[in-house]
């Protein structure tokens, strides 16, 4: 008797679609995406029914009419269209958010690590603020420095009769600030005709130092010398900054504020009011405190192991967190802070409690002054939306590159 074997390959059976976990994904999401398209749909048809019932138009036509208001403490003309009316106020919240994000990070990391200080006096201190301040709303922060500190504080009127405080560069008569309890004056540069293909030359200028940068980067990678490339790029950097400005004729000279004839205004320099910094003040302030907390977080999830191999190098303190520690911590702390971020951002439209001229300050005026209130909001959220798309867009790149690459 003959034992045969069956070479056959089993048969295999697919189940039925409405039963294939891939097949239901794509079937959901094309229903969710369905469900959102009608919805949207809907909801417009109905604002356009309801705007036409009560003779709102609803084109963006009014983009092109006059303002007729003024900005405070602006040149813009009333006439403009409120299309430029709109560019003023995103270059003014850009200004408070460019600014105050630059102080949040710094107090934040300086804060963050001296909540882990040695110090008991220093740590003692730097947990009173973050406890303090992260538990305040930021708009009475912000109202706090628009009143306590400027309307009602010790500073100066600025008008003829009660001029506004001045501050003297040491030996000289140049004001190095002017302070009042409405506008302060900070030196900056004047510029010329030439001042445009100097700052092309400073752009390429720069193109260099990052060059140098990376090649001493590269050159320490290889054969382990000291890479000096702060001292490098940064003395390139300057040489060639320094090189174009005299061949150029002094394109930029100080400038310095000062007080008008009029008693008035601020002549020279870069002139600010308190409506500005304030907000700028409060919101770092108040932005830093949850930065702190990141980075005290975000430096306890390093590795002690870390910390060990730095003090058997015999590293100062300042050393451990500059080469060890804190490169470490920017990997786990930048996810984080870009929502810090990105709140900070969208908390620039409480200016209106220091009546600082932010983009949605000049939304709600333009809408009192009889502009369409859906089409203006419209407008506003896609100007905080692309404020929020830019800042994860540049963060998200570098939180890549500090990213460990995978093998």
């Known amino acids: 008797m003959t034992n045969t074997i069956s070479t056959s390959e089993p048969t295999t059976t697919r189940p039925p679609f409405w039963r ?44 092109d009419s006059p303002a007729r208001f003024q900005i405070r403490d602006s040149s813009f003309d009333p006439d403009s269209s409120i299309r430029v009316l709109l560019l003023n106020g995103i270059k003014n919240t850009a200004a408070v958010a460019s600014v105050g994000i630059v102080l949040a990070i710094i107090l934040g990391t300086v804060i963050g690590v001296a909540r882990l200080s040695n110090n008991w006096i220093v740590r003692k201190l730097a947990a009173l603020y973050v406890e303090t301040l992260r538990n305040i709303p930021p708009l009475v922060i912000i109202i706090f420095f628009g009143f306590a500190v400027f309307t009602f504080g010790r500073f100066p009127l600025f008008n003829p009769s009660n001029p506004p405080g001045e501050i003297k560069f040491p030996g000289t008569d140049s004001n190095l600030l002017i302070y009042s309890k409405t506008r302060l004056g900070l030196p900056s540069v004047a510029t010329d005709g030439h001042s445009g293909v100097f700052w092309f ?15 001493r980067t590269k050159i320490n ?3 382990g010398q000291p890479h000096h490339r702060v001292l490098y790029s940064f003395g390139v950097f300057i040489v060639l900054a320094g090189f174009t400005w005299v061949v150029l004729g002094q394109p930029l000279v100080p400038s310095f504020p000062s007080v008008s004839e009029s008693g008035r205004l601020i002549e020279g320099g870069i002139a600010t009011n308190d ?25 306890l999830a390093v590795d002690k192991g870390q910390n060990e191999a730095a003090n058997a190098l015999a590293l100062s303190g300042f050393q451990r967190y500059r080469f060890v520690v804190l490169p ?20 620039t439209s409480l200016a209106v409690a220091v009546a600082y001229p932010d983009v949605t300050q000049l ?14 909001i419209l407008i506003l959220m896609g100007i905080y939306l692309t404020f929020s798309l830019f800042i994860s867009l540049v963060l998200n790149i570098v939180n890549r590159r500090l990213q460990l690459a995978g093998r």
């Open 201 to 215: 030359m400073l752009l390429i200028a720069l193109l260099v130092a990052i060059f140098v940068w990376r090649w």
């Open 20 to 63: 294939n976990v891939k097949v239901l994904r794509v079937l959901a999401q094309i229903a969710a995406v369905i469900i959102v398209v009608v919805a949207i749909r809907w909801l417009f048809g109905n604002l356009t029914r309801n705007l036409d019932a009560v003779g709102i138009d609803t084109d963006f036509d009014f983009l």
């Open 328 to 347: 470490q911590a920017a990997r786990i702390a930048i996810p984080p802070v870009i929502n810090q971020f990105l709140n900070l951002t969208k908390n």
């Open 275 to 299: 409506g500005y910094v304030s907000l700028t003040l409060a919101l770092a302030l108040y932005t830093a405190s949850h930065i702190a907390e990141i980075v005290r977080g975000s430096i």
């Open 363 to 376: 939304t709600r005026t333009a809408i009192g002054n009889d502009q369409p209130s859906p089409q203006m």
């Open 221 to 223: 990678v290889q054969t």
